[in-house]
């Protein structure tokens, strides 16, 4: 028993200055590499899911099921409101994301951001439909209108720009203000586009015609946020002059101010029924204020630094905000109390694995997603909606560009990690046990995998053309390994038995069966070292059990 090295728990907590491509520690969930242990003594890297920055939006989906974010941190993040689980993460690049927006049927949102675009994706899958360029600024709001049809986009180039979301053609655009956009809005029948500006003014269009109806003045600083109040003639709007202005469209009358913040006021919403009215400043603050006398009904403390979004469900029960704390919350509408903080909690990480580099790190969850991770500073490069069940495993290719991904849902895909657009994908069965694997040769050429009838199966990286198939097992293969040299791979199945072949022949060279001992029978995760020797030094082989433990067994 002394020569077995057991090791526990399978959190991913990284050092990061101690992991790198030399591959010192990898392991997680029964998937392990070759190398000495590193000290957890410095900075520790861990899956930050949920927002690493300012939260600049929140939006409910029309049947009040889904609440979308957006942040400073580029991703803009789909949470399931009734389990308060993180859906998924929609990001195309590093650009803050300012705004968002559900299409009424709410089957896709759109969000424009410091990147310049409007991007609109699809809600159930993640997947990026289309980008709306044309803005020479960052887009600083977007709104589709009542009927779907048409978004409109405000930037900080003065303009506002009306776009078909079906084509992405730009319809026209919109030019009145003297300085940037900050907000845009469709009034409820969707025959009035509001826009609000640093120029301390809000401008109302016609949505069919493009043309300015009028300007609306009174505040004294820039205008932060518009919202039209249903089934009522209110705009209500936030200014950094620390208030909240209601103007009545119908009478023409001045607006009735709400003076209450003592700082800036970022945002502002209206309840669906349009007696309430909320806001957020920057002293902290949530308010809520009844629309019709003016008078503030609750006041809260809404994040620990400023609150620059809020949002009311469709229902009128909930309130959500987003601010600098980079969390999102749910408040009891009514109350003002606190119900939810959305952290990103998602199920539990079933694999990860370096890059080649040592720059990076891919990780697969039970969520059904793929994060990457870059490794100097712990940061979420790229969320990908991978797959219809969880991720049994992944594996970057070679030369760092795409990842290898294996799931429940009896599927593998290949992905480009800079676009998170999927290459290829090829039915190869039940991802088995555990702790079932994928293995891509050193050469990024061949990717191999176990299926659970008891086979092992080569594939073309370059076109997802099945190679070649290797029997001989007699249960489920868990688990495949390619030897440095890229000419011998190793693969375990669920009885323990261990087989090493030649890769170009499909020839078994030896079988080591019986050679695991009983508690870790259930489920094996070889790394072939025997091959590696020489070129790595370590003179083990290195095996997982599916239940979280690793047995390091010396060389025979």
Known sequence: MNSWGICRGHQLRLDHRRISSRRRLIALCGALACGPLAAADGPEVFPQLGHSNVVHAVVFSPNGRTLGSAGEDGATKLWDVGTQRELRTLKRDANGVTSASFSPDGTTIATGGHGGAVVLWDVATGRELRVLRGHSGPVNSVAFSANGRSIASGSADHTIKLWDPTSGAEVRTLSAHRDAVTAVAFSPDGRTLASASVDKTITLWDAATGHALRSLSGHADRVAAVAFCPASQLLASASWDHTVKLWDLAAGREPRTLRGHSSEVWSVACAPDGRTIAS???????????????????????DARWVEAVA??????????????????????????KLHTLEGRADFVKSVAFSRSGKMIVSGSAD?????????DGRELRTIAAHDSWVAAAVFTPDNHQVASRSGDQTIKIWDIVTGRMLHSFRVGNAVGGSSSVAISPDGRTLAAGTEN????????????????FVGHSAAVETVAFSPDGLTL????????????????????????????????????????????????CGTWRVGASCGHCAVIPRR
């Open 280 to 302: 957020g400043g920057y002293d902290h603050q949530i308010k809520l204020w009844d629309a019709a006398s003016g008078r503030e009904l609750h006041s809260f403390a809404g």
């Open 312 to 337: 009311f469900s469709p229902d009128g029960r909930l309130l959500a905000s987003g601010g600098a704390d980079h969390a999102v919350k749910l408040w009891d509408a009514a109350s003002g109390e």
């Open 368 to 376: 059904r997603s793929l994060r990457l991770w870059r490794m100097a």
């Open 454 to 469: 008891n086979q092992v199966k080569l594939w073309s990286v370059a076109d997802g053309t099945e190679l070649r198939t």
């Open 490 to 537: 190793a693969s375990g199945d669920e009885h323990a038995a261990i087989k090493l072949w030649n890769v170009a022949s499909g020839r078994e060279l030896h079988s080591l069966a019986g050679s695991i001992p009983s508690p870790f029978r259930r489920t094996v995760s070889c790394w072939l070292q025997e091959v590696a020797t020489r070129r790595s030094g």
